[in-house]
């Protein structure tokens, strides 16, 4: 899911999405049952659990536009997030980036980048890059990136 198009292919992906990037104040997930509650209520509508999870897993596919406003209020999306494809990438997007902040790691990593300099934050970004792509399966590009040949070449600073 890491590019727009795919976070945004289906209605599917987009509850799912809510799902693991919103969670309670103690990090855990919702639960079906707790989010179809908030929409029954919301909505005066039936709103199952199982209705939810068919939603989720693209069991089901067309749900009211009542039904999607209420997920919507529950995460606090805004609905377009359901209906604009643009506006749907632009949040999950925002969604992922709240969901890697959650991390400790990612969080600390950012918060000490804060007070550097615009090159040195070039040359933590251009870093990452080079341990993404190894990570990513960089292999294919020969051994000459593991001998830290391009480790060199990382803090150019133009960014």
């Not at 040359?123 to 590009?141: K, M, P, W, Y």
């Amino acid at each position: 899911m890491a590019e727009p198009e795919s976070a945004e292919s289906s209605l599917a992906d987009k509850i799912d999405g809510l799902f693991r990037a919103v969670r309670r104040p103690n990090r855990e997930q919702y639960s079906h049952e707790e989010v179809a509650r908030a929409c029954r209520e919301a909505t005066g509508d039936s709103f199952s659990a199982t209705y939810l999870w068919q939603l989720r897993t693209g069991r089901r596919d067309n749900p009211t536009k009542r039904h999607l406003e209420a997920l919507a209020r529950f995460f606090d999306v805004p609905v377009a997030y359901f209906f604009d494809g643009d506006q749907g990438a632009a949040i999950a997007r925002e969604l992922e980036l709240l969901a890697a902040l959650r991390d400790a790691g990612v969080r600390s990593v950012a918060l000490r980048a804060v007070n550097l300099s615009p090159e040195s934050v070039g040359t933590i970004s251009d870093l990452i890059d080079v341990i993404a792509r190894r990570e990513q399966g960089g292999s294919e590009r020969g051994g000459s990136e593991q001998n830290g040949s391009e480790r060199g070449g990382s803090g150019r600073g133009g960014g």
